[in-house]
């Protein structure tokens, strides 16, 4: 369930302040997400669902899950 | 693509698949929650590089393949009146009822059309102003706030002739109620990453503590689902049953507070019957009944007299982890995308239709 | 009793039931829009028919029938697509396309500017392709009845003395060359359709390819199968090939030419870019010996500069079409049930 697909917000519109929106990035295909939900500036990434952001992606978690495959590679060749 | 490219990986693959080999001793049963990830692990064939002593079990979390014959009846029955416009996702379309599909039913002439997003329905409705446009709303709770947020922007917009079918479940329940089966075979869960995306995880905590199991909140991607699968491993073989964020940059602690709270303003929680498994206590949500104008089973009331009588498809038994598709004998043979026997051999993200379309050679 | 006359035989702006009628209408537009357009001697001939002279040797023969929404998107219209689709027909039978002929179905209501424009790139394409077309015929229906315009090209061509080309032929050892980028033309058309809302700077594809096809065969006359993998995409037109010559076909995923707004749109719809409908490459298949000069060649037009061997032809007695995954595993791409239908859950 749920395909959710990360994109980078290039601009923000608030006329709507019940419904933000903002124009995403999806690498090479731009699509009106709505970002009501998330606290976001331009070229922060989104994960998207269904025309909604429901997340900002976090960088700082992303970099550590992929230290921690360098982790995991590293003590398998130290075995 | 930036944080797709990476998860899907080579190196990190093989160093995942590695690690899990040299982990396991001992046989385990872990069950990945979401349709997405039974999906991905399908199309990828993930499975190919794990060891023999670890067995994916798929789960319910596809709500196009546990939405019951007799809602996707009264979509269809909606779609019949002449004023309306029922919208859905493109996943819908095939899913039968108890007779016919939205598909076949828009061949005859009904106007159902597909959308990308709830919010779009609102759009076509103030669209087309003379029309009811009803939108079938299915979804976990990744989903349902989307869906509420189109009813709240229909809200603001002081429409009328915008409502939604709702056939919303709740994922915590339906892991609850696997575990409690008494020849339950699942050892640790891969909790959908989504799902938590919304809600945060003190559900998942509760079931970890209460019922002993590992569960590790685990993304969509196929080196996402190896590190799921990795630290799942870990805990198993360390006896322990504790919650873990591998998704985390997806997935904060709290989840997205905005959208719980549209969903603790809109919605009553309810028992509800999964297409397949049947029925689960608390396991759904509907509309409270302060937005009854904008629930279409008020708008357009709805009397099923037709009972499904297939026997043959055992994916309730697949979904609730006891069965594999292995175990079906119409699988492939009866039952195929082109005259299915079941739901989840309709949906893409179904059990059945995954491992068909991407089986092996 | 004032009387009025109900066939309005003065230029008109938009298309009316009386275009249809065999009438006075019909002919201006036949005379103003399409000969206007299509002129050439043969057409001319102003007949039921054309007529023409044969050649000696074996002709290649195809039709197709063109419906798409909307009827103008990014790097083309219907009307290319109409004389692009069958002139690669033709040339992926191993031909030389010389005449097509073409059906029109209107519908009422359609503005004559949009026919007109529709008409001039039909000819701008066929100018290009070397072909002409040299008969046709227009129905006008009711407002409501069809999508604008839908129109229908036939075409014949000359297959040139020791040219065999065939699904058939395919056989073990040899190789799938892709001539360009994969699911570009599917995803132009849907970034054009309001419903799925999204942008692109992606074009259509669709170009003709029959002066590839022409140095292609001149050069390598052993080529086995070349196909234009149109609607159902590389996955559908590879599994066909793969039934006619009861071969497997292994693709190399990594190989596979996939833009990344291709592959972003694929994410976002949760669709496989192995079924998305291409107009503007095609698919050879040959012996191996000859793929490193096939690639040369194909990579020296701009229409197939991006050609990459995508796979190969494993074995024989079972008709199968199998993917290597970037990870070293293998997946079957079947034939899809129906339509590719975007999916959100």
């Not at chain 2, 080579?10 to 690690?19: D, G, K, S, V």
């Not at chain 2, 196009?64 to 493109?90: K, M, Q, W």
Request: aromatic residues 6%; proline residues 5%.
């Amino acid at each position: 369930m749920c395909l959710a697909v990360p994109g980078k917000i290039v601009s923000i519109d608030t006329s709507v302040p019940e419904l933000k929106t903002a124009k995403v990035d999806f690498g090479g295909i731009v699509k009106h997400i709505c970002v009501q939900w998330v606290d976001v500036q331009e070229g922060d990434y989104i994960l998207a669902h269904a025309g909604m952001a429901i997340s900002v992606l976090d960088e700082g978690e992303a970099l550590q899950t992929l230290a921690d495959f360098d982790a995991i590679a590293r003590a398998l060749e130290s075995d | 693509m930036q944080y797709i490219d990476d998860y899907r990986n080579n190196t990190h693959i093989q160093t995942l698949a590695r690690a899990i080999n040299r982990k396991v001793a001992h046989e385990w049963n872990i069950m990945e929650i979401c349709g997405g990830q039974t999906y991905a692990i399908a199309r990828y064939r993930l499975e190919d590089l794990l060891p023999p002593e670890v067995r994916l079990l798929h789960g319910p979390g596809c709500p196009v393949c546990v939405t019951s014959e007799e809602v996707i009846d009264h979509a269809l029955d909606i779609a019949r009146h002449p004023e309306v416009i029922l919208a859905s996702f493109g996943d819908m379309m095939r899913v039968p009822g108890n007779e016919t599909d939205l598909l076949h039913l828009k061949a005859q002439g009904a106007d159902i059309r597909l959308l990308y997003s709830p919010l779009d329905a609102v759009e076509l409705a103030a669209a087309n102003p003379a029309r009811e446009v009803v939108f079938f709303a299915v979804g976990f709770e990744t989903t349902i706030p989307v869906h509420l947020a189109a009813l709240q922007e229909a809200r603001r917009r002081k429409m009328t002739n915008f409502s939604l079918l709702c056939s919303f479940f709740a994922v915590a329940p339906a892991m609850e109620m696997i575990v409690q089966q008494p020849d339950n075979r699942v050892d640790g869960f891969l909790a959908a990453g989504h799902v938590c995306a919304i809600t945060g995880n003190a559900a998942c905590r509760r079931l970890a503590a209460r019922y002993k199991h590992p569960v590790i909140i685990t993304g969509f991607e196929p080196v996402d689902l190896l590190y799921g699968l990795y630290r799942c491993i870990c805990q198993l073989e360390r006896n322990e049953a504790q919650v873990e964020n591998a998704y985390k940059r997806a997935v904060p602690e709290n989840g997205n507070t905005v959208a719980q709270a549209l969903m603790n303003d809109a919605l009553d929680t309810v028992g509800c019957k999964w297409r397949g498994i049947g029925y689960i206590p608390d396991s759904g949500f509907v509309l409270k009944a302060k937005y009854s104008a904008y629930d279409a089973t008020g708008k357009f009331p709805f009397e099923n007299t037709k009972h499904l009588t297939n026997t043959r498809c055992i994916s309730g038994e697949i979904m609730k982890g006891k069965l594999c598709t292995a175990d079906c004998h119409c699988f492939g043979t009866e039952c195929t995308p082109e005259h299915p026997a079941g739901a989840p051999m309709v949906s893409a993200e179904g059990v059945c239709a995954a491992y068909y379309r991407y089986r092996q050679p | 009793m004032k009387t009025v006359c109900p066939v309005p035989y003065n230029a008109s702006d938009t298309i009316l039931l009386g275009h249809g009628s065999g009438g006075r209408m019909s002919h201006q537009l036949i005379r103003d829009v399409f000969r206007a357009a299509f002129g050439n001697p043969l057409l001319d001939q102003d007949h039921d028919g054309c007529v023409f002279a044969v050649e000696a040797g074996r002709m290649a023969y195809s039709t197709d029938t063109f419906v798409v929404h909307p009827l103008f998107f990014k790097g083309g219209n219907i009307g290319d697509l109409a004389v692009n689709g069958t002139v690669n027909d033709l040339a992926c039978c191993g031909a030389v396309p010389r005449y097509l002929a073409t059906g029109f179905i209107l519908e009422e209501g359609l503005p004559l500017t949009t026919l007109q424009a529709i008409v001039h790139s039909m000819q701008a394409a066929a100018g290009k392709a070397h072909v002409s077309i040299v008969t046709g015929d227009t129905k006008v229906v009711e407002h409501g009845k069809c999508d604008g315009i839908f129109i229908n090209t036939s075409g014949v061509g000359i297959v040139p003395e020791g040219i065999n080309i065939a699904p058939s032929r395919a056989t073990v050892g040899d190789v799938v060359i892709c001539s360009g980028n994969i699911g570009v033309h599917g995803v132009a058309i849907m970034s054009a359709r309001d419903s799925l809302g999204f942008e692109t700077a992606l074009e259509s594809d669709t170009t003709a390819l029959n002066h590839i096809t022409q140095q292609l065969l001149c050069t390598i006359a052993d080529v086995h199968v070349l196909r234009d993998p149109t609607r159902g995409g590389v996955g559908t037109t590879l599994n066909e090939i793969a039934a006619a010559a009861n071969v497997a076909i292994e693709l190399d995923e990594a190989a596979l030419p996939v833009p990344n707004a291709v592959k972003a749109a694929s994410e976002i719809l949760g669709i496989d870019p192995l079924y998305i409908a291409n107009e503007g490459i095609m698919l050879v298949i040959l012996p191996e010996r000859h793929a490193e000069q096939a690639l040369r060649l194909l990579q020296r037009f701009v229409e197939s500069k991006n050609a990459t061997t995508v796979g190969r032809v494993v074995a024989s007695g079972r008709a199968t079409v199998t993917l290597k995954t970037v990870y070293g595993n293998h997946r079957t791409v079947p034939m899809l049930a129906g339509e590719q239908l975007p999916r959100i859950c």
